[in-house]
């Protein structure tokens, strides 16, 4: 039976681009689907392309603050009463916070969170007091949701084991999907043999990512004399406490050390165009830079930490190195750039593990399920 399904994540962008074969199949179902988040932009003109309405919420993305995030939950309540969807699914921090509670308080009959990652709160770059103080939230959001989704092992371990979520809630899908016709490296030209090879890195600028480890692994390489380009794609976000600082990045450049490619709305001819694609991450959620690059059979180098380890097979699809590690990040980095047969044969054996473990449709036949349950 068709019904009035409502998805809300922290912005247009995090919806279009990790949730528009979710929202295809819906509308395929013959559901109808709405979506709500901050800062609409193109990505809500996009949406509403695909005949799906966008509201605008006034979401603060921050950090806490009482008086904006009182504005958000009212926000997400009165959506709720005027819209009355029959399911509302929730992603990333403040929309499962204070939209599962808006939601249920509103009337909605099935209230669904997925967790995409914890964040720099729980990498040590956020203090223990907010630790707490966030734990405490999700606990109490957590009794307003009938179904909790994480995106790797240890993050649902984590939460059942401290208590914040009884066993029978949770459950794990497998990353946010990668749609794997989408992202095949079959539709562009292979990387120039003749020319330098390019390390790419995927992510914001954000020191929790391992920007500076990734910076310092180049400067390593190149005075091994590797003539490697290293780039960075990724948009600074102002919001995280952790971005990195514009003065380091300009010296960075002006050093020649990296260069940065700015933002795109498509990665795909800049992966296409890599050697290596390298995530030095302190912790994700599931990371969807190291699949996409996978899928379009590129190798990835990236820490042995939570996500990053559950999407990379070491020495299978690529290489794990320890955390803040940057001579081992330059070491495998080199490793691979030093061996193309091997690194073929990863970027080869990262496809099929993609395709058969973190597929799209993997993801939207799990989600679905809970849905009609």
């Given at each position: 039976?068709?019904?009035?399904?409502?998805?809300?994540?922290?912005?247009?962008?995090?919806l279009y681009n990790f949730r528009a074969g979710l929202m295809r199949t819906l509308q395929k179902q013959g559901?109808?689907?709405?979506?709500?988040?901050?800062?609409?932009?193109?990505?809500?003109?996009?949406?509403?392309?695909?005949?799906?309405?966008?509201?605008n919420m006034p979401l603060d993305?921050?950090?806490?603050?009482?008086?904006?995030?009182?504005k958000f939950f009212w926000a997400m309540f009165l959506w709720n009463r005027k819209y009355k969807p029959e399911i509302v699914h929730l992603f990333t921090i403040k929309p499962v916070i204070y939209g599962s509670i808006a939601a249920r308080l509103a009337g909605v009959p099935k209230v669904i969170s997925t967790i995409t990652g914890l964040g720099y709160v729980f990498t040590g770059s956020g203090s223990s007091v907010l630790q707490t103080l966030v734990e405490f939230m999700y606990r109490v959001a957590f009794v307003f949701s009938d179904y909790v989704f994480f995106l790797n092992t240890s993050d649902l371990d984590f939460f059942v084991s401290r208590g914040i979520i009884k066993p029978e809630k949770a459950g794990?899908?497998?990353?946010?999907?990668?749609?794997?016709?989408?992202?095949?490296?079959?539709?562009y030209p292979d990387p120039d043999p003749n020319a330098a090879p390019v390390v790419l890195m995927v992510a914001r600028l954000l020191r929790d990512k391992g920007v500076y480890e990734f910076v310092e692994a180049a400067r390593i390489a190149k005075k091994a004399g590797s003539p490697a380009n290293f780039c960075l794609l990724g948009g600074r976000d102002e919001r995280n406490p952790t971005v990195v600082n514009t003065r380091d990045l300009e010296e960075w450049i002006e050093?020649?050390?990296?260069?940065?490619?700015?933002?795109?709305?498509?990665?795909?001819?800049?992966?296409?165009?890599?050697?290596?694609?390298?995530?030095?991450?302190?912790?994700?959620?599931?990371?969807?830079?190291?699949m996409e690059a996978s899928a379009m059979t590129r190798?990835?180098?990236?820490?042995?930490?939570?996500?990053?380890?559950?999407?990379?097979?070491?020495?299978v699809t690529g290489l794990l190195v320890p955390?803040?590690?940057?001579?081992?990040?330059?070491?495998?980095?080199?490793?691979?750039?030093?061996?193309?047969?091997?690194a073929?044969?990863?970027?080869?054996?990262g496809r099929t593990f993609i395709l058969t473990e973190y597929s799209e449709q993997i993801v939207i036949d799990s989600i679905l399920k809970i849905y009609d349950e």
């Open positions: 039976m068709a019904k009035r399904i409502a998805l809300v994540s922290r912005c247009a962008w995090t559901h109808e689907v709405l979506c709500a988040g901050a800062r609409g932009g193109g990505f809500a003109a996009k949406i509403r392309a695909m005949g799906i309405p966008f509201s993305m921050k950090g806490i603050n009482p008086v904006s995030d009182i794990l899908l497998p990353g946010e999907g990668v749609d794997c016709a989408h992202f095949d490296s079959g539709l050093e020649g050390v990296v260069t940065w490619l700015g933002e795109t709305e498509d990665v795909r001819t800049f992966i296409a165009s890599a050697s290596v694609v390298v995530l030095p991450s302190y912790r994700e959620g599931a990371p969807r830079s190291l190798p990835v180098v990236a820490t042995d930490v939570v996500g990053c380890r559950d999407v990379v097979k070491d020495g955390l803040k590690d940057s001579p081992a990040l330059a070491e495998a980095i080199l490793y691979i750039l030093n061996n193309p047969e091997q073929r044969e990863m970027g080869h054996q």
